[in-house]
């Protein structure tokens, strides 16, 4: 009789003991799920050290996409003294405000990382002068270019879609052939504006089509 206060003391003592136990359990079960679950390249870069290192890849592509640009800027001024049709000035103007705003993230995130940054208006002239095999991809010939500031009202409208459509596809050769070199595209900026320019010129591409299409009714 005497031990029996004993034994339902233990007894307790060990239903707290398995009911701790069976929680750490739970939680050390929800927290290895957790730590299974697949990570984003900027996740896994947060994880190791916070910054994923660049690759000579990426560099080459921000510096190429700011030649790329710039050609295209140049283009899409011209919507504007060309007697471009007003949904094509509308389409012009966005595509100069945004390439404008990427040459500079792009000039910026070389700069942080002590690269060669280039001068767009630079890097236009000496497109102007390269040979069709040395332009980056979907960029105009200089005979194109010529082409195109010489058309006026429906015949540049026509041109200048038909030109950027050109333009945008070699956009996205340059984002594929950034993402199939080992290695490339995983730090965290190079990865979201890749993936951005990628979507952004799919878009633009289906809508110049339509606008096109429209132009020639």
């Excluded at 007894?11 to 009911?19: E, K, N, S, T």
């Excluded at 136990?21 to 799920?33: D, F, N």
């Excluded at 767009?120 to 497109?127: I, K």
């Excluded at 984002?175 to 190079?190: C, H, I």
Aim: proline share 5%.
């Amino acid at each position: 009789m005497r031990n029996q206060p004993l034994s339902v003391a233990l007894a307790g003592i060990l239903a707290c003991g398995v009911a701790a136990c069976a929680s750490s359990v739970q939680q050390s079960a929800k927290s290895g799920m957790q730590s299974a679950a697949p990570r984003t390249p900027a996740e896994q870069a947060r994880a190791d050290s916070g910054i994923m290192p660049f690759t000579a890849a990426d560099v080459h592509f921000m510096q190429g996409m700011i030649h790329h640009h710039a050609q295209a800027v140049v283009m899409a001024a011209w919507a504007q003294t060309h007697g471009a049709r007003p949904d094509v000035k509308t389409l012009a103007g966005r595509i100069d405000v945004a390439q404008r705003d990427e040459m500079a993230f792009m000039q910026r995130w070389l700069r942080e990382r002590h690269q060669e940054v280039p001068d767009p208006l630079e890097h236009y002239q000496m497109g102007m002068e390269m040979s069709s095999s040395d332009l980056m991809p979907g960029m105009l010939t200089p005979e194109q270019m010529k082409a195109l500031d010489a058309a006026r009202g429906p015949d540049f409208d026509r041109l200048f879609l038909t030109d950027m459509i050109q333009h945008h596809q070699g956009a996205i050769t340059m984002v594929n052939q950034l993402f199939s070199s080992p290695g490339a595209g995983q730090e965290l900026y190079v990865f979201r504006f890749a993936s951005d320019v990628n979507a952004d010129q799919n878009t633009e591409i289906e809508r110049m089509r339509l606008m096109l299409g429209d132009s020639a009714r």
